[in-house]
Structure formats: structure tokens, C-alpha cells
């Protein structure tokens, strides 16, 4: 019997996880691949502030401020570097839509300006002569997905959590109105509390609960290339998001394109290791990926390309994700709908989740983020926007 069961190792699960295992709870975490296997892998990894709806820039900077000494927390690397976020404008257009939302932001008290071109060129010569400007956030950053929920999962580990990956869970398990556990392929797990953080999936095992998080499921192409000099420190996003891109403390490019709606089916790659989900990228997405990047990096353009992937986004109508500790059935916190900004987050994800499957307080704002809001949705869908 545990405490808590977590489904989805991503950040959100894993760092959920880690919080009730130091917190002295029984947990397990399940996932049906291995840690980082979906949205956590597939992510640019940006951790930013910078550009954030207004009901989620508290949490974003929560998060900011525990990435800080995350590291040490984990006592594994991170590889969180926080040298800025550039959003940079192509078009009069663009740059007149960034000045707008400097102001919005710097009225939140965000430390944002706007920059023009020589500005930006100063601050990242590796950033083509042809942009007209950007925003730029000092303390955004990123770090590396992998090695991030990797850190988390082997902390939790070291408290106490027990791990089950290469597990699918089959259903989440109830009984007169509450949690039982959940069942998966080698059986019924017993559980008070069960963390709904599945990404993509989470809703194929809501929806036998009469729940659901409207989402639509997002394709975004991603390139890496192989090491290369250091030329570009700060996480760079366009105007309109229709690129993005950083390069890692290992050297590599790590870039996006923008996105499409997308209906397939996730691939199980075998691996060394066990299998992997795989989606297979659009050719013209990698085309879009590499022209619109490099026409704002084109320093990058001469570097060999290692490895192209695409990833799913768990798109809400809003862009926010679903945060909530439902009443029917009690003792099911769902952690999902993080649209495309989720992994700076995880950090703080991880505490929130964590307190909601204990009942306790959160000093947050977190009415935004209750599932209830789309109940009688009619408003146009928020755009998706990768900004790193
Ligand atoms: C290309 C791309 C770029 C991005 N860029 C950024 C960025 O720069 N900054 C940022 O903050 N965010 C970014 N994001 C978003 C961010 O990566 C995600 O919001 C975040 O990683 C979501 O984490 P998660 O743990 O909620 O979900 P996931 O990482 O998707 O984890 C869900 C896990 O649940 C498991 N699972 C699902 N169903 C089951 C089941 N039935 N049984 C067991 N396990 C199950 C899956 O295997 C998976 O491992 C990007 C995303 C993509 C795809």
C-alpha cells in the first residue's frame, strides 16, 4: 500500500514524487516508458519568466527561484544556466508586439526591457544582423531535461520512493467517490492519493472517471546538432513563436519550429534500455525548423545535425495547465495541460502536486488553474507559443 501513487514520470511527476518521499510519505512512481520518455524529453528546456500569461508568471517565478540552488537540493547536476532569454523581432510588427508586452511585464515588476538591434547584437553577436530587436529577460535560462528529471527521480529514490517504469497504468481505481489505487499491467497497486501527471495520455485514464482536460495534442519539430564552439548564451524565442532555440552547456544547438495539430499514434521504439515513444517529424517541419532558426542564428547553420525528434504539447484552450486536487473522485490531483511551458515549472509543479495530496496549503494563486474553468468555455483557444 503506498501513500501516494504518481503516474508520469516527466518533471511534473518526478518532482512530485521527490517532494512526498522527502516529505517522509510512501510513494510510487509509475510510468509506462522511463523518466523523461515524452514532454520532458522532447522539451527545448527553457526556464522562463519572460512572456508568461499573468495567472502563471508567480509560479514561473517560484520555479526561477528554486532552480537556483536545485542542483544542490538533487546533489546531482542540473546544468541550469541562467545568462537570459531574447525574443527577438523580424518585423515592425513583431517589434511592436514585444514593446507591448515589455510593458505589460515590467508592470508585473518582471525585469524585461526592450532592446533594439545594435543592443541585441552587443549582447549576442551570434544573433543575425537582420533582426530589428527583442525583448531580453536576464534571469531566464535553461537547463538539461534529461539529466534534470534524472536528478529528481534518483533523489526521490534516495528518500524512499520506489520507481516502476516500463509499467503502463490501465486505470486509476476507486471506490464509493474516492481513490483505491490504480491497476496496471502486473496488477492493482493500492493507494489514498493518486498524481495525474501523463502529458499527452493523462486523459485516457480521466475519462473512465467522467473527467477529461480539453487539450489538443500539438506537434513541434525539434533539431539538435552536434558540440560546437560557444557562441550564444541566452535562450532565444521570435515574436510570433514560430522558432525557437539555445545552445546546451555541451555546445549542442538545441532548436524548435512551430507547431501543428496532430493526431497520430505514438511509435514504441525499442531501445537499448527498453522502448521509447517516437513521433515522427514532418519533413517540412524539420525544413521550418532549420530556415526560421537559422534565419535568426545563422551562425548555427554550418553545424552538423545529431539527432531530429518531435514532441507533443498538451495544448489547453487557455494555455494553462489543470492544477487541482478534484473532489469526485477525492484524492486525485491532476497535474496536466502545461501547453508547451512546462518544464521550467516542474520545480515548483513538484511542491504544489506534493501539498495537494496531503491536503495542505499552498501560497499560490491557484484558482486559475482549477478544471472547473472549462466547463463553460467559449472563448477562442489561446495560440501555442514556444518561446524556450
Ligand atoms: C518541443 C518542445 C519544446 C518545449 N519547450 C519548453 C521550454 O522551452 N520551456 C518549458 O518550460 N517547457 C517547454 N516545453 C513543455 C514542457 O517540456 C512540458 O510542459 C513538460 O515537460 C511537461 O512535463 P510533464 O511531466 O507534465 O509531462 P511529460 O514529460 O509528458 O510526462 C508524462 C509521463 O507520463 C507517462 N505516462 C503517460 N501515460 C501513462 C500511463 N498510462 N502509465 C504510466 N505512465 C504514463 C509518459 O510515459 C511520460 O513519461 C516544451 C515541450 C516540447 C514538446
Known sequence: MADVVVIGAGISGAASAYELATGGLKVILIDRYGPAAMASGWTLAGVRQSGRHPAELPLARRAVSLWQT???????????????????????????????????????????????AKQVAELAPAVSPAVLGGSHCPTD???????????????????GAETRFGEDVLSIDTADGRVTGVTTGAGHIPAGRVILAAGVLGNRLLQPLGL????????????????????????????????????????????????TEWSGEIEDA??????????????????DAIRLFGGVVPAMLDTPIDEIWAGLIDQTPDALPVLQSVS??????????????GFCLGPVTGQIAAAMAQDLPVDLPLEPFALARFDRWNAPSEPMTLHG
Open 328 to 341: 469526485d473522485p477525492a484524492g486525485l490531483v491532476i497535474a496536466m495541460g502545461f501547453s508547451g511551458h
Open 212 to 259: 477529461s482536460v480539453p487539450m489538443q495534442v500539438r506537434l513541434v519539430t525539434a533539431v539538435r546538432t552536434v558540440p560546437t564552439a560557444p557562441m550564444l548564451d541566452q535562450v532565444i524565442g521570435v515574436a510570433n513563436a514560430d522558432c525557437a532555440g539555445r545552445q546546451e552547456v555541451t555546445g549542442r544547438f538545441r532548436f524548435t519550429g512551430g507547431s
Open 141 to 159: 535560462g535553461h537547463a538539461d531535461p534529461q539529466a534534470t528529471v534524472q536528478a529528481f527521480v534518483d533523489a526521490a529514490v534516495r528518500a
Open 70 to 116: 536545485l542542483a544542490e537540493r538533487l546533489d546531482a547536476p542540473t546544468h541550469y544556466t541562467r545568462r537570459g532569454n531574447l525574443r527577438l523581432a523580424r518585423t515592425p510588427e513583431e517589434l511592436a508586439s514585444l514593446a507591448a508586452m515589455v510593458e505589460e511585464q515590467r508592470a508585473a515588476k518582471l525585469d524585461l526591457s526592450l532592446l533594439d
Open 270 to 287: 525499442a531501445m537499448k534500455d527498453g522502448p521509447r515513444p517516437r513521433v515522427r517529424p514532418p519533413a517540412r517541419g524539420v525544413a
